[in-house]
């Protein structure tokens, strides 16, 4: 980081920042590689994870917008990832759940996503990641909704 002042440097927010930026373009190009996007993944894992859900569940466990719940939705049916049938339960809802060949895509971006991981975050041990993975949970846990 040379030439970057040592005030920002020295502060962890400023760090993360500068991550995230890298983490976000490696993860977006990865995911495009596959021709899928953030918002696919984030609601194949939760359907795999949870179980089928409606489209609000889905938004709010994967922390997207409605409307971009339902575009993301729309491609996934199209490409055959997920189904989404009225809810038998409730008129006006739709249920969403993971096919085989969700699951087989959630797989593959499984994969991408992990090579992202070592590729980031390459220069640190398997303990070390660890280490920063857990203390980066205890930190965004504090500020949660809810």
């Not at 020295?10 to 500068?18: F, N, V």
């Not at 991550?19 to 993944?41: I, K, W």
């Not at 699951?103 to 920063?132: I, W, Y």
Request: charged fraction near 30%; glycine fraction near 10%; proline fraction near 4%.
């Amino acid at each position: 980081m040379d030439g970057t002042p040592e005030r920002l440097t020295a502060k962890p927010s400023w760090l993360i920042s500068q991550l995230a930026v890298h983490a976000r373009r490696m993860a977006f190009d990865g995911f495009a590689a596959a021709g899928a996007r953030g918002y696919h993944y984030r609601i194949l894992a939760a359907l795999h994870e949870f179980g089928p859900a409606s489209q609000a569940q889905l938004g709010r466990r994967c922390r997207v917008d409605r409307s971009d719940v339902v575009t993301a939705l729309g491609e996934l049916v199209e490409r055959g990832l997920v189904d989404r049938t009225p809810d038998p339960e409730h008129g006006r809802r739709n249920r969403v759940t993971l096919t085989g060949e969700g699951l087989k895509q959630l797989r593959r971006m499984d994969e991408l996503l992990d090579r992202v991981q070592d590729d980031l975050l390459q220069g640190l041990s398997a303990d070390e990641r660890r280490t920063l993975t857990g203390l980066l949970s205890r930190a965004l846990a504090r500020h949660e909704p809810g």
